[in-house]
């Protein structure tokens, strides 16, 4: 056609451009649901006699569809004591193109408890203000709220590990963040929790060994150590002295310096004061990973 237009002596020139009805910026997602795209062509050519003249198209639009996106950052890693409580900050995006919910949900690889929260100051600490989050939106799932498209929120992930668990036990909360508009669209983040607990190893023994006549008098030692990761606090030996022996006074040691019997002293130790019939010594605390703790007394038999 243009080639036609040409040999009748016209000089043609076509301009398509592209308006939208609204300046609008690029989101995570691309451009902002309802934004209208139209477009329109025009034609500049003269007449025989010389004159401009343009012809423009007939406008098309185009509106932008919504796209649903979420984001949850970061990943993060820590090492808790059992029966601790540790908050795990996490922050929520909507990448989708237009306002949108963030359904969020937490599971524990070990169905430990969990409670999330709504940082409402942002600041990752849990402070008086922070709230359980709830649901917003009617769909029974707890939220983000409303977030405009590019916006986001922070929340709390608290985590209790519950008291007993073993030393060196791993446990990773996935946190997902899901669309309200759009179920497929979602996004997780992990929250991986090693335990540091002390692991206690007591180990019993006795000199002489082997059958013994009356009057012997017995030795018994008794090693605890602490093979754990974490610290082991207030830590106290107690051990019954045994039927048809008679404890022998002053004889309590714990790594290798002597302990009084007779009363609750300064040096942590007794006998039949703490406990009746039995020798009791405090040891204190156990530093992780190899701390150790020595006591011996001695006991005649009758």
């Known amino acids: 056609m243009i080639s036609s237009l040409k040999s009748l002596g016209l000089r043609l020139a076509v301009v398509a451009f592209t308006a939208a009805v609204l300046a609008t910026p690029t989101w995570a997602i691309g451009t902002r649901a309802t934004?209208?795209?139209?477009?329109?062509?025009?034609?500049?050519f003269k007449?025989?006699?010389?004159?401009?003249?343009?012809?423009?198209?007939?406008?098309?639009?185009t509106v932008v569809s919504q796209v649903?996106?979420?984001?949850?950052?970061?990943?993060?890693?820590?090492?808790?004591a059992p029966g601790t409580t540790w908050l795990y900050a996490h922050t929520v995006t909507n990448t989708g193109n237009f306002d949108d919910y963030a359904n969020?949900?937490?599971?524990?690889?070990?169905?430990w408890a969990i409670t999330i929260y709504r940082d409402g100051n942002g600041?990752?600490?849990?402070?008086?203000?922070?709230?359980?989050?709830?649901?917003?939106?009617?769909?029974?799932t707890p939220d983000s709220g409303l977030l405009g498209n590019d916006g986001s929120m922070r929340i709390l992930v608290a985590v209790t590990v519950p008291s007993g668990t073993a030393d060196g036990t791993?446990?990773?909360?996935?946190?997902?963040g899901t669309s309200a508009f759009d179920g497929a669209r979602t996004d997780n983040a992990l929250d991986t929790t090693t335990v540091s607990a002390p692991n206690m190893a007591v180990v019993k023994s006795v000199s002489p060994i082997g059958p013994q006549p009356p009057f012997t008098v017995l030795t018994y030692t008794v090693v605890v150590t602490n093979n754990g990761t974490g610290a082991a606090n207030t830590v106290v030996v107690t051990d019954p002295i045994p039927a048809n022996t008679t404890?022998?006074?002053?004889?309590?040691?714990?790594?290798?310096?002597?302990?009084?019997?007779?009363?609750?002293?300064?040096?942590?130790?007794d006998y039949n004061v703490t406990n009746a019939g039995m020798?009791?010594?405090?040891?204190?605390?156990?530093?992780?990973?190899?701390?150790?703790?020595?006591v011996t007394f001695q006991v005649k038999i009758n």
Do not use: C, E, M
Request: charged content about 10%; hydrophobic content about 35%.
């Open 35 to 44: 934004t209208s795209i139209s477009n329109t062509a025009r034609v500049d």
């Open 47 to 61: 007449d025989a006699n010389g004159n401009a003249l343009f012809q423009n198209s007939n406008t098309v639009l």
């Open 68 to 80: 649903g996106g979420v984001l949850v950052d970061p990943n993060n890693t820590n090492t808790v």
């Open 104 to 111: 969020i949900v937490a599971t524990s690889g070990h169905s």
């Open 123 to 140: 600041n990752g600490i849990f402070d008086a203000g922070d709230t359980t989050l709830t649901d917003s939106n009617g769909d029974t």
């Open 170 to 176: 791993i446990d990773v909360v996935t946190v997902t």
């Open 247 to 269: 404890y022998q006074p002053g004889t309590i040691t714990y790594n290798t310096a002597a302990r009084g019997d007779g009363t609750i002293d300064g040096d942590n130790a």
């Open 279 to 294: 020798i009791t010594v405090n040891v204190g605390s156990l530093a992780a990973s190899g701390g150790t703790a020595t």
